[in-house]
Nanobody
Framework: QEQLVESGGGLVQPGESLTLSCTAS????????IGWFRQAPGKEREGVSC????????VYADSVKGRFTISRDSTKNTVYLKMNSLKPEDTAVYYC????????????????WGQGTQVTVSS
């Protein structure tokens, strides 16, 4: 059965880094577009970054350009989101999701979603 599991969240101070992982089971991520999204309390869900299938084009939200990097490790069927220079406004629950298309967008639709992992940036 198709499943996505996020991990790697935690509490960090401003300026520090975290790397989130999204591991798929039941299907191969190389054939899907993959997106990272986040949602803070009281705010709408926001697209953060996405990666096209087979290491195709990537997309980043303006708020994270130059700080976040999305990548895929096909041998582990895992997608990563490396987050550098974290800011308090990055605090949110982060979700990964996959879409049955080759090229990614931040607007969806996405078929499969993970359960989310909490990232808290606070001094």
């Amino acid at each position: 059965q198709e499943q996505l599991v996020e991990s790697g969240g935690g509490l960090v101070q401003p300026g520090e880094s975290l790397t989130l992982s999204c591991t798929a089971s039941g299907y191969t991520l190389d054939y899907y577009a993959i997106g990272w999204f986040r949602q803070a309390p009281g705010k709408e869900r926001e697209g953060v970054s996405c990666l096209s299938s087979s290491d195709g084009p990537t997309v980043y939200a303006d708020s994270v350009k130059g700080r976040f990097t999305i990548s895929r490790d096909s041998t582990k069927n895992t997608v990563y989101l490396k987050m550098n220079s974290l800011k308090p406004e990055d605090t949110a629950v982060y979700y990964c999701a996959t879409a049955s298309r080759w090229i990614c967008t931040l607007s969806g639709p996405y078929e499969y979603w993970g359960q989310g992992t909490q990232v808290t940036v606070s001094s």
